[in-house]
Nanobody, 122 residues
Framework: QVQLVESGGGLVQAGGSLRLSCAASGSIFSVNAMAWYRQAPGKERGLVALITSGGNTNYADSVKGRFTISRDNAKNTVYLQMNSLKPEDTAVYYC????????????????WGQGTQVTVSS
């Protein structure tokens, strides 16, 4: 059973920083792209940042220059460093990854974490 477990959310004042972590665990053969999404109340879930297995990154325009996504392939872990946080960054942040389980024949499967709340006060 493969699962993604997030940590690092919380309450922070505007201008502050938080670092989210997401670890993939279970019977894993390989981890491809990993990403962070977020969903604010009343809004659709949207991509925040993505990182490929080779380290290429992509960011939503709203977070460019403030957020940094990185990964530790040895630990199957992805991070999201969030700086200069704004109240509009308040949302539930979800980890997402394409993972090929061990002993699984086929393309990688897509997994979601349970989400972690980030609240930025003004």
């Amino acid at each position: 059973q493969v699962q993604l477990v997030e940590s690092g959310g919380g309450l922070v004042q505007a201008g502050g920083s938080l670092r989210l972590s997401c670890a993939a665990s279970g019977s894993i053969f390989s981890v491809n792209a990993m990403a962070w999404y977020r969903q604010a109340p009343g809004k659709e879930r949207g991509l925040v940042a993505l990182i490929t297995s080779g380290g290429n990154t992509n960011y939503a325009d709203s977070v460019k220059g403030r957020f940094t996504i990185s990964r530790d392939n040895a630990k199957n872990t992805v991070y999201l460093q969030m700086n200069s946080l704004k109240p509009e960054d308040t949302a539930v942040y979800y980890c997402n990854a394409d993972i090929r389980p061990r002993n699984y024949v086929g393309t990688a499967l897509n997994y979601w974490g349970q989400g972690t709340q980030v609240t930025v006060s003004s």
